[in-house]
């Protein structure tokens, strides 16, 4: 697992940020979802189907984060199962993957029914052999599965989503009876900048910013005019950082950062280095040509400059190359 997977499983695992891109997602950043009302359950599903000798073939998958949703309409619960899959990169197989957590999702309540039924033994309901059989009631329901995937990329997502965009050229006549899955995607550039302001948590800052990482000049304008930069949590700022490979600096002891002022020592960071990267530039180039004119053997040469400016073999060629001229 890679670090942004493991920061982005972190960050989602907070009920707010769950709540909220829900609450994005499936009502355009009304507060619907209420953050107490989400409870966490375990992210291992497991479901037995049976093979053709009736044997119990357990298959066992991992989601990022799943959580349990409890609302009250009219005085009943209803419930829904919640679940998240972070992805740093493109899955192109990313409806498949989807579709079987769904299933084993579903196949395990299956499961969990038949079990519980087995263990009630309840007397005032005597099932019919077609219940019995499958394990599963008529009045038994399921409940929903919704699987959103949050791709932090800074590359525009250019993956299937669905299964039909998967399927290879076929008759339509086929194709219609083909089972389908929809993949649930929030990802930067799939957003529209008044989208990501539906955002409460600071879900919102990440997408601008690595909406925004490929255009600098972009980037900073954005940053400099939301309010909001001026204080983004840590745990925000670490995505945004690995995400886009930035090197924004977080204070040790400090839970938020102001990312205007971040930019603008990264810049000057910039700026420095590039100075030194020039210094050092012209010191290679004086020390190869002078070496070269007191008659040193160009592979002793090229063997010091790998040793005393730590350059792999290939740097090294490439600055000989350039400055080892063939007669001086």
């Known amino acids: 697992m890679g670090r942004l997977d493991i920061l982005a499983k972190k960050y989602m695992r907070r009920p707010f940020v769950f709540a909220d891109v829900f609450n994005q997602f499936l009502y355009h950043g009304k507060q619907v979802i209420v953050p107490e ?24 998958r991992y989601r990022d984060v799943a959580k349990m949703l409890m609302s009250m309409t009219d005085g009943r619960a209803a419930y829904c199962i919640l679940a998240v899959e972070n992805e740093a990169k493109i899955h192109y197989a990313m409806p498949v993957k989807n579709c079987l957590y769904d299933a084993l999702q579903l196949a395990n309540q299956v499961s969990l029914a038949a079990a519980s039924h087995k263990k009630s033994k309840q007397k005032n309901k005597k099932p019919s052999g077609d219940e019995f059989l499958s394990g599963f009631w008529k009045d038994d329901r399921l409940l929903p599965v919704v699987t959103l995937v949050i791709y932090f990329g800074a590359e525009q997502w250019d993956g ?3 299964l039909r965009d998967m399927y290879a050229d076929c008759s339509e006549d086929i ?44 980037l900073n304008r954005v940053v400099h005019e939301q309010e909001r930069f001026k204080s983004v949590e840590r745990d925000a700022v ?33 700026k420095l280095e590039g100075r030194l990267e020039g210094k050092l530039e012209g010191r290679l ?14 592979e002793n040469v090229k063997k010091s400059i790998m040793e005393v400016f730590d350059k792999n073999e290939e740097e090294a060629e490439e600055l000989m190359k350039q400055y080892w001229t063939v007669s001086i």
Do not use: W
């Open 238 to 270: 670490e995505i945004m950082n690995v995400a886009t490979h930035s090197n924004m600096r977080i204070d040790e002891g400090k839970e938020s950062v102001d990312v205007c002022i971040a930019i603008q020592e990264i810049r000057e960071e910039g």
């Open 37 to 60: 009302n989400l409870v966490e359950i375990d992210t291992t599903e497991i479901a037995i189907p049976f093979g053709s000798d009736k044997s119990a073939v357990p298959q066992q």
């Open 175 to 218: 194709l219609r009876y083909t089972a389908d899955y929809r993949l649930n995607l929030i990802a930067p550039f799939e957003l529209s900048d008044e989208e990501i302001d539906e955002f409460q948590s600071n879900m919102r800052e990440i997408m601008r910013y690595i909406e925004y990482s490929k255009d600098k000049n972009a």
């Open 285 to 298: 180039e004086g020390a190869i040509t002078f070496a070269q004119k007191m008659g040193a053997d160009r």
């Open 160 to 162: 299937p989503l669905s």
